[in-house]
Structures are given as C-alpha cells and as structure tokens.
C-alpha cells in the first residue's frame, strides 16, 4: 500500500507540489524488498512503438522504460532521482546544461553507455527520416530544425568534451529542461540501433534497462522481457515479464477476466465493472485506487469543422453534465475537472478555473452554440478508442450534446492506434476523447506540447505531427509559456503559466472532463511492491515474489 498521500518534489531550483493519493489495497513496500525470481503477467494492446525514438502512448512506454535508462528517473509522486546524470547543472541564463554521467554502465550488448550514446539516441530521433511523433520534446536544442528539414545528420547543439561530459546547447532558455529528459525518447542507445527505421531493431531494441528483450516484439500476440542481469542499477527482481498484446475491441474486459482466471497478475477493468470488482478485491487487498497526473479532456480539432470556434466549444462544455457522468457512469470513481493542469500539482493547481465545466447549463450552451452558428440539427462527430472502458461516459455525453443542443451526433468508435492517426489527418474534425498523463514532472508538460504553436508541427501533408492535435494557436499564451520556461525563480515561473492556462481555458483549447483516478486490480498474493509509476504502469523494476 502506497504510504505518502502526499509528498513533495523538487526539480533544480523548482520546487513544486505533487499530490497523489492512494487508497485501496496493494503491495507496496520498498524497492529492496520481496524475493527474486518468477514471471509476471498482464495484458496491454498493441503499442505503437516500442523503440524509443517513437515510443508514445502508455503501452510503448511502459515497454521503453524497462529496456531503457536515461539521465533521471521520476517517481509515481514526482521525486526527481539522477541514474545516469551524476550531475546536470545549467548556465546562468538556462541556454545550456551539462549533464555529467556514470561511468562504468553499458548496454545488454556490452557497448558502453556515454555521452555519444545520448547524441546517437537523440539525433536519430530527432531526423527528418525518422518521422518521429515525439521528436518534437528534443525541439529546444541547437540544430533540432535543421534535422528536421533534412539540411545536416548531426545535432550542432550537442557535444562531447570528455566521453562521461553531455553539453547541451538549448535555441532558447529552459530551466526544466533536465526534467525533460525522464522522457523515453532522450534515451541512450547502442550503435546497433542503427538509423530510426531499422525495423529489427524496432522490434528488439537492445538496451541499457532493468529488463530486456526475450527475443523479438510479436505484433498483435505478445512481448516477453527478462531480468537484464548487467543493468548498472539496482537489479529487477522479476526472472520475467510476459506481456500479452490483446484484441483492442474488449482489452479491459479480456484484463479483467484473465485476472479472474488466473491468466494475468494485473489488470484493468470495463467501467461498469468497476464497483464489482472493488467489492471483491478490495477485502482481499488486490484493489489499487491512485489518484493520478493523468486527465481527461474532449479534443476539439480547431482548424477545421464545428469547432472551430471557441464560441462552439463554450457550448459543447456548457451542455456537458460532469458532475451527472462522474457519479452515474463512474459511481463517483472519476471527480469532475475545472482546469487543464492536474490537481496533482498541488501548489499550481488553480480550482475552479473553467467556469463552462462547473455545472452544466443549457441556457448557456444554446446561446453560445447560436453564436457558433451551430443550430439544432448541426452534424458534430465524437471518436474514441474502443477497449478502454470508454464506451459508457462517451454515449453519455453525446446524448447530453443532443438533448441540449439538438445536435446530431454521430459517435466514431476505433482502435487506440487508429484513434491517434485520425486525430492527425489533415481533415480531421469534431471531438475526439482525449487524455493526458505527465511524461515529465512540470505543469509545461501539459502546456507546451498540447497547445503551444510549435507542438502543432504540421508535416508537408498537413498532418499533425505533434501533440497539439487540436492545432489551437495563440501568440500571447505562446509567449507566457515561452517567458516562464526562461525563468529562473520558482514563484515567477508557476505565475505565468498560470496565466498561460488561463487563456487557454477562456478559449476551450481543450474541453476538461474528469480528474484521472486509475484503479488496478494486482496479484498480491503473489507479489509485492506493487504500484503505479509516475506514467500510470506498474513499477515492473520494483516488483518480487513474496
């Protein structure tokens, strides 16, 4: 069981607070505890890569983070802890970091790993060929957009002055850019690795994590980790982790079951299932409750279709019922959410700043959708990714967008991998479910890349190929955002990202929904040490047999 109900990080010279709550059942229990030994079990469906130069979603990111190590690790409360960075220290105006790292560490290969594992890592992602969806998080460096525009193969803004000595010059201040690197596509990788579209590589990434690669990633079937018995850290006690890559359709429901019979030692469950399963786990304490980074949005594609106006997204969150959905379909599991930055940082958090997500109003909801010119009968379509316990709270919500505004909604079910492809088309329109946990622990990591101008990134197609899929664009919050990232001071830095959301929530960039409470259901009869980590995964390197 998770011990800290609250607890404080710090990155630099920030010092924020992250939140986490944790009720339920669960292992728990420190790092170094439990046996070696054993294989543990779950099911996830299939990732869109596990390679870390497009690793992205939370299925390819699980994966990536147990065959790989970076500069820093961050706990499930945000508790920064240095791996390979002995030492990362910036100049005194954040334009560069030094990052001093570990000698003596290698890849399961045996290369070693050191500064110019970092560069190859990060220029490799960071190349036009690779076409990476993530590349963008590396945007800050020197050299980053001639990569990009294919004029230069290597990265002009890192070097190496000594083989354990990273420098990193930056094309603009950032004093969290340390934080940044916890995300997997900063990982070091061997010289195997070879260019982004070395699809034998892609499939069996060789490198210096806790586990590694039991033979080749199976698409669509399953992929197999063992303990990586070299790794530079304190060991796994796990032999192995079998992951089963499961039918996307009715993932949650098959997790569900196979924790029922035996098949899986973690799971997630269908929705409607959610209060059965705690009334039988729950006593047993197999039943993990943690209030999460995590956050639900619906995504409005803003350059195109109905809601391209922010007078039409007023209206879609007037006409939503949160507090109905949170306590209907979710049992009061799920708590209504007023802003687009978690209340998990605790000291940003700013309650109650979304006005439209209150309660619902039709009166406002119609006024605002007369003003978008989107009279009853206005064709809005809603996608989701089926498998994912989604299906109940997305119904709910287009019949209130059709009882309140009389609109004809069509709802878009689809695999999670084709739900993120979608969302990038140059046509693409209407609302998406949408969601968002931390890849790293600062309120800039839901800022930046989900609405800054430059985490658009449209390819030559008009393709999105950044996270900003709802390509809402503005100067002045663009500037806030840029201003605190050069901001050295803590205080002054939390100020104008706070005005930077704020903009964003009176122009429902982003339309919130509900805070994200994560539950899992966890073998600890068997296991312990069990948790979720900071990316909402099971903190696979710290699980061991009882």
């Known amino acids: 069981m998770r011990g800290v109900p609250r607890a404080r990080w710090m990155a630099g010279a920030a010092v924020l607070a992250l939140s986490l709550a944790a009720c339920g059942g669960g292992g728990g229990g420190g790092e170094s505890s439990g046996k070696t030994g054993g294989t543990f079990r779950l099911g996830i469906v299939e990732p869109t890569a596990i390679d870390p130069y497009n690793a992205q979603e939370s299925e390819g990111i699980l994966v990536a983070h147990q065959l790989f190590t970076g500069l820093v690790d961050v706990k499930a409360d945000g508790t920064i802890v240095p791996k390979l960075a002995e030492q990362r220290s910036p100049n005194d105006n954040c334009t560069e970091w030094?990052?001093?790292?570990k000698q003596g560490t290698k890849f399961t290969n045996g290369e070693p790993v050191?500064?110019?594992?970092?560069?190859?890592?990060?220029?490799?992602?960071?190349?036009?060929?690779?076409?990476?969806?993530?590349?963008?998080?590396?945007?800050?460096?020197?050299?980053?957009?001639?990569?990009?525009?294919?004029?230069?193969?290597?990265?002009?803004?890192?070097?190496?002055?000594?083989?354990?000595?990273?420098?990193?010059?930056?094309?603009?201040?950032?004093?969290?850019?340390?934080?940044?690197?916890?995300?997997?596509?900063?990982?070091?990788?061997?010289?195997?690795?070879?260019?982004?579209?070395?699809?034998?590589?892609?499939?069996?990434?060789?490198?210096?994590?806790?586990?590694?690669?039991?033979?080749?990633?199976?698409?669509?079937?399953?992929?197999?980790?063992?303990?990586?018995?070299?790794?530079?850290?304190?060991?796994?006690?796990l032999d192995r982790v079998e992951i089963s890559i499961l039918n996307p359709q009715n993932a949650d429901q098959l997790e569900y079951q196979g924790f029922e019979s035996g098949k899986f030692d973690w799971a997630r469950m269908?929705?409607?299932?959610?209060?059965?399963?705690?009334?039988?786990?729950?006593?047993?304490?197999?039943?993990?409750?943690?209030?999460?980074?995590?956050?639900?949005?619906?995504?409005?594609?803003?350059?195109?279709?109905?809601?391209?106006?922010?007078?039409?997204?007023?209206?879609v969150s007037y006409a939503i019922d949160r507090q109905t959905i949170t306590q209907?379909?979710?049992?009061?599991?799920?708590?209504?959410?007023?802003?687009?930055?978690?209340?998990?940082?605790?000291?940003?958090?700013?309650?109650?700043?979304?006005?439209?997500?209150?309660?619902?109003?039709?009166?406002?909801?119609?006024?605002?959708?007369?003003?978008?010119?989107?009279?009853?009968?206005s064709a809005v379509t809603l996608a989701f990714n089926t498998g994912g316990g989604h299906d109940e709270w997305v119904q709910a919500v287009a019949q209130q967008l059709r009882d309140v505004l009389g609109w004809k909604v069509?709802?878009?079910?689809?695999?999670?991998?084709?739900?993120?492809?979608?969302?990038?088309?140059?046509?693409?329109?209407?609302?998406?479910?949408?969601a968002w946990g931390a890849d790293y622990p600062t309120p800039d990591n839901y800022l930046f890349p989900l609405l800054h101008t430059k985490s658009i990134n449209k390819d030559a197609s008009g393709k999105v190929t950044g996270d900003n899929?709802?390509?809402?664009?503005?100067?002045?919050?663009?500037?806030?955002?840029?201003?605190?990232?050069?901001?050295?001071?803590?205080?002054e830095?939390?100020?104008?990202?706070?005005?930077?959301?704020?903009?964003?929530?009176?122009?429902?960039?982003?339309?919130?929904?509900?805070?994200?409470?994560?539950?899992?259901?966890?073998?600890?009869k068997k296991f312990t040490n069990l948790e979720l980590d900071f990316n909402e995964n099971p903190t696979l390197a710290q699980v061991a047999l009882k």
């Open 270 to 315: 269908p929705t409607p299932q959610l209060p059965a399963a705690k009334a039988k786990y729950e006593p047993q304490g197999q039943w993990i409750g943690q209030d999460t980074n995590g956050m639900n949005y619906l995504l409005p594609i803003t350059d195109n279709g109905p809601m391209k106006t922010k007078e039409a997204r007023l209206a």
């Open 328 to 377: 209907g379909v979710f049992k009061g599991m799920q708590t209504p959410s007023t802003t687009i930055v978690p209340p998990a940082f605790k000291d940003f958090y700013q309650q109650g700043l979304c006005q439209s997500c209150q309660k619902q109003d039709p009166a406002k909801a119609k006024e605002y959708a007369q003003k978008a010119n989107l009279p009853p009968g």
């Open 98 to 101: 030094t990052f001093k790292i």
């Open 410 to 434: 069509e709802i878009k079910p689809m695999p999670f991998k084709e739900l993120l492809e979608a969302e990038q088309q140059p046509g693409a329109t209407g609302l998406f479910r949408f």
């Open 114 to 237: 050191d500064a110019e594992a970092f560069i190859r890592g990060w220029t490799r992602a960071a190349k036009k060929s690779a076409a990476s969806d993530v590349a963008y998080h590396l945007a800050g460096i020197q050299g980053f957009d001639q990569l990009q525009a294919g004029t230069t193969q290597t990265f002009a803004g890192l070097s190496a002055p000594d083989p354990y000595t990273l420098k990193v010059k930056l094309s603009q201040p950032d004093c969290e850019f340390d934080l940044k690197t916890y995300h997997t596509v900063f990982s070091p990788v061997p010289k195997v690795a070879g260019e982004a579209n070395n699809k034998q590589y892609n499939d069996q990434p060789i490198g210096n994590g806790p586990f590694k690669m039991e033979g080749p990633w199976q698409h669509n079937t399953k992929i197999t980790l063992v303990r990586n018995d070299d790794y530079g850290f304190e060991k796994a006690k």
């Open 469 to 491: 899929r709802s390509r809402w664009s503005n100067p002045q919050f663009d500037q806030l955002v840029d201003k605190a990232r050069a901001t050295k001071d803590p205080n």
């Open 493 to 524: 830095r939390k100020k104008l990202y706070q005005q930077a959301e704020k903009i964003a929530i009176e122009e429902m960039a982003l339309i919130p929904l509900w805070n994200r409470t994560q539950y899992r259901l966890a073998n600890t």
